[in-house]
Antibody, heavy 118, light 109 residues
Framework: QVQLVQSGAEVKKPGASVKISCKAS????????MHWVRQAPGQGLEWMGV????????TYAQSFQGGLTMTSDMSTSTLYMELRSLRSEDTAVYYC???????????WGQGTMVTVSS | EIVMTQSPATLSVSPGERATLSCRAS??????LAWYQQKPGQAPRLLIY???TRATGVPARFSGSRSGTEFTLTISSLQSEDFAVYYC???????????FGPGTKVDIK
C-alpha cells in the first residue's frame, strides 16, 4: 500500500515562495497521476492541480495559473509543489493525493500547514 | 466549469438513525463522483467512487447512488465515528478539473 509523507509546516511572509515535498513509498511512483489539494482554516477542499509523475506533464486549476509549479523526481519518488507570491489567503493545509485506477482521490498525504503572515 | 452543490450544509442526526446527503452537479459528469469523509485534524478519506462503489475498507452502512446529475450518500445507521464533514467531488478527468462540493457537516442531534 502506498504511503505519502509530506514535509513539515512552513511559515512565510507575504510575497515569498514555498516549496512542499511529498515522498511516496510502497508502490510504483509512476503508475497513477498525483494531485495537490489545499484547505484553508475552517474551509472546504480546493483542487490545485495534477501531475503525471512519469514525464512531468501538469494541469493547474485556473486560479493558480502562473503562481504554481508542480514537479516530480522519479529517482526519489518525490513530488514537489511550489507556490509563489504568497498572500495571507494562501494560509492553508496542503495535501498531496494519489488517485485510484478510476481517478478518485484514494491516498492522501498527512498535510502540510503553510502560514503566510507578516 | 462544473459546479458542485451539496445539501444540507449541516445535518443533525441521532446515533443509529439514517443520514441522507445530497450532491448535485451543474452538468453531466456521468458517474465520475466520489464522496469523502473528513474528521477534524485529519486528511479526507475516500468513501465512495464511481457514484456507488465503496472504497477498500469502507463499512457497508455507507452507500452511494446516482440519478442523472443528482447524487446521494446514505449512511444507514449512524455510528459515533461517522460524525464528520462529507464532501462530494467530480473527477470527469477531461478537461482535467476536479471540483469539490462545499461539504455537509453531520453532527449529533
Amino acid at each position: 500500500q502506498v504511503q505519502l509523507v509530506q514535509s513539515g509546516a512552513e511559515v512565510k511572509k507575504p510575497g515569498a515562495s514555498v516549496k512542499i515535498s511529498c515522498k511516496a513509498s510502497g508502490d510504483s511512483f509512476t503508475t497513477y497521476f498525483m494531485h495537490w489539494v489545499r484547505q484553508a482554516p475552517g474551509q472546504g477542499l480546493e483542487w490545485m492541480g495534477v501531475i503525471n509523475p512519469s514525464g512531468g506533464s501538469t494541469t493547474y486549476a485556473q486560479s493558480f495559473q502562473g503562481g504554481l509549479t508542480m514537479t516530480s523526481d522519479m529517482s526519489t519518488s518525490t513530488l514537489y509543489m511550489e507556490l509563489r507570491s504568497l498572500r495571507s489567503e494562501d494560509t492553508a493545509v496542503y495535501y498531496c493525493v494519489r488517485v485510484n485506477v478510476r481517478g478518485a482521490f484514494e491516498i492522501w498525504g498527512q498535510g502540510t500547514m503553510v502560514t503566510v503572515s507578516s | 466549469e462544473i459546479v458542485m452543490t451539496q445539501s444540507p450544509a449541516t445535518l443533525s442526526v441521532s446515533p443509529g438513525e439514517r443520514a441522507t446527503l445530497s450532491c448535485r452537479a451543474s452538468e453531466s459528469i456521468s458517474s465520475n463522483l466520489a464522496w469523502y469523509q473528513q474528521k477534524p485534524g485529519q486528511a479526507p478519506r475516500l468513501l465512495i467512487y464511481d457514484a456507488s462503489t465503496r472504497a477498500t475498507g469502507v463499512p457497508a452502512r455507507f452507500s452511494g447512488s446516482r440519478s442523472g446529475t443528482e447524487f446521494t450518500l446514505t449512511i444507514s445507521s449512524l455510528q459515533s465515528e461517522d460524525f464528520a464533514v462529507y464532501y462530494c467531488q467530480q473527477y470527469k478527468n477531461w478537461p482535467p478539473i476536479f471540483t469539490f462540493g462545499p461539504g455537509t457537516k453531520v453532527d449529533i442531534k
